[in-house]
């Protein structure tokens, strides 16, 4: 179970220092289909470390977190933890990650 929370944490990492300005246009879901126009007014430069620095806490939290659950307290709260924490970092992200975006319409 340990190879498991320690390859998907590593999942989070990696995904965390892949992304930079230069291949930003075709990572990011969204901002790959922006005109020119509507990417220069997404602050690209404060969303990279932001997207980096969250991506590395989710990758090291959900390791720690996920197997304290598992081996201290039990397999059914480590496996409840396993399937939801990362789905709701998620979702908080995608919210979060608005602030880096000016005068594009918000829903």
Excluded: Q
């Excluded at 989070?12 to 990011?28: D, G, H, Q, W």
């Excluded at 598992?70 to 908080?92: D, H, K, M, R």
């Amino acid at each position: 179970m340990i190879y498991v929370l320690i390859a998907i944490s590593a999942v989070f990492i990696v995904l965390a220092f892949s992304l930079t300005e230069r291949n930003a246009k075709y990572m990011l879901s969204g901002y790959n289909t922006m005109t020119e126009e509507e990417r220069s007014k997404v602050n690209i430069k404060g969303l990279i470390p932001y997207f980096r620095n969250f991506h590395v806490f989710i990758g090291i939290s959900f390791l720690v977190i996920s197997t304290l659950l598992v081996y201290y307290v039990s397999l059914t709260a480590g496996t409840v933890f396993i399937c939801v924490y990362p789905v709701v970092a998620e979702i908080y992200f995608v919210i979060s990650v608005r602030k880096f975006s000016n005068k594009i319409e918000k829903i």
